[in-house]
């Protein structure tokens, strides 16, 4: 074989690679969105007629899922890439059998300029939902909070989190902020590129919630179980926590 042939058999491979990974999101999607579906809490139709959605580092699947189940006004998700090979399919194609406007921009949450931008051509003021599936960890700052001397590839860094910077602006995009996170302990944590990512762990998770606590915030917890922050079940929480590899919960105002 020269060399020509294997340049054309590692493109094939990624090719491969990157199919079996679009396959992947959709069951993935389909799995995630049954854990957190009950955090819309539609009418009793089963309906969000009229509402619109935020979906931050979406996968482009679940506001499909959306929009056939819960015919929303619309859906607008943003990721700092797009990987995918069916973005635009879904973005353009969903218009032929759903109701719900489904748009895709490439913006992070911390692109104020641009997504002030996106907010003004979607002519959104404030989204009813803001939607955080397994992104949250990734929303983590640049400085690593670890008491080491970093390495170059920071294999080994843990970033911080600022909670309150983090949940302004989620809570000042939306009225309801569903969070939904998934960690298997015996994994791997494959999330984690240089220090960015990087699962929570139960201490970070604790001062989130004190956060909210302070904030006097309206939280529900929807996985593992349902119940209302400190309300019904106080202490909750921390059992919660101890054990849990799924949390999906929502915060309002
Ligand atoms: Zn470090």
């Known amino acids: 074989m020269d060399c020509e042939d294997n340049d054309i058999i590692e493109r094939l491979q990624k090719e491969l690679e990157n199919r079996k990974n679009d396959l992947q999101t959709w069951t993935d999607s389909l799995e995630e969105l049954s854990e957190i579906e009950d955090a819309f809490e539609p009418d009793e139709r089963n309906k969000l007629d009229g509402k619109t959605i935020l979906d931050i580092g979406t ?3 679940k506001p499909l899922f959306v929009a056939l189940k819960f015919n929303p006004k619309k859906i607008v998700g943003i990721n700092e890439e797009f990987p995918y090979s069916y973005t635009s ?3 353009q194609k969903s218009k ?4 719900t406007k489904i748009r895709f921009y490439n913006c992070s949450l911390f692109d104020k300029e641009t997504l002030n931008r996106i907010l003004k051509k979607e002519e959104i003021r404030k989204f009813n939902f803001v939607l955080v599936s397994k992104t949250l960890h990734h929303l983590r700052t640049g400085k690593c909070v670890e008491k080491h001397k970093c390495r170059d590839d920071e294999k080994c860094c843990k970033y911080g989190f600022e909670t309150q910077d983090i949940f302004k602006d989620l809570l000042q995009l939306g009225d309801r902020v569903i969070i939904y996170e998934f960690f298997d302990p015996n994994d791997p944590d ?3 590129i240089r220090g960015r990512g990087g699962y929570f762990i139960k201490e970070e998770w604790g001062r989130i919630f004190d956060y909210f606590r302070k904030k006097n915030y309206n939280v529900k917890f929807i996985r593992p179980e349902g119940f209302l922050l400190d309300k019904e079940k106080p202490n909750k929480v921390d059992s919660t926590l101890r054990k849990v590899d799924t949390i999906c919960f929502y915060v309002e105002k």
Do not use: S
Request: charged share 40%; glycine share 8%.
């Open 59 to 61: 996968d482009c699947v």
């Open 96 to 99: 032929l059998f759903a109701g």
């Open 89 to 91: 399919e879904i973005e």
């Open 190 to 192: 494959n999330d984690k």
